[in-house]
């Protein structure tokens, strides 16, 4: 499974992005798919999920409101919907799958070690 982010950019505080994941390599309906960022000098952390069907989706605290996770299954691709940026939602943006579900999945799509598969990052910068 091959995962390719991209749609990073720079934008001015209360802009907006669009970021993408396209998935190769296997059926990408049967993964459920996650979002995480690393800002400079900080470790990785959990931004957002959907679940494979995208009947469910989680959001970390500070994104929830201004961020939205999608998927189009028909398209192999996985979206991360932006507004309301803030210079420090900055960060190299990951896209994630695992073929994993949950009964518990607010705890468990959280957490890094639960995916298997990671893209390449996509940069985003958020200017004051």
């Known amino acids: 499974v091959q995962l390719q982010a991209s749609g990073g950019g720079l934008v001015q505080a209360g802009g907006s992005l669009r970021l993408s994941c396209a998935v190769s390599g296997r059926a990408f309906s049967s993964y459920s798919m996650g979002w995480f960022r690393q800002a400079p000098g900080k470790e990785r952390a959990f931004v957002a999920a959907?679940?494979?069907?995208?009947?469910?989706?989680y959001y970390a605290d500070s994104v929830k409101g201004r961020f939205a996770v999608s998927r189009d299954n028909t398209k192999n691709t996985a979206y991360l919907q932006m507004s309301g940026l803030k210079p420090e939602d900055t960060a190299v943006y990951y896209c994630?799958?695992?073929?994993?579900?949950?009964?518990?999945?607010?705890?468990?799509?959280?957490?890094?070690?639960?995916?298997?598969?990671w893209g390449q990052g996509t940069l985003v910068t958020v200017s004051s």
């Open positions: 994630a799958a695992t073929p994993r579900t949950y009964s518990s999945g607010n705890y468990y799509y959280r957490l890094r070690n639960e995916y298997d598969y």
């Open positions: 959907i679940t494979w069907g995208g009947s469910r989706t």
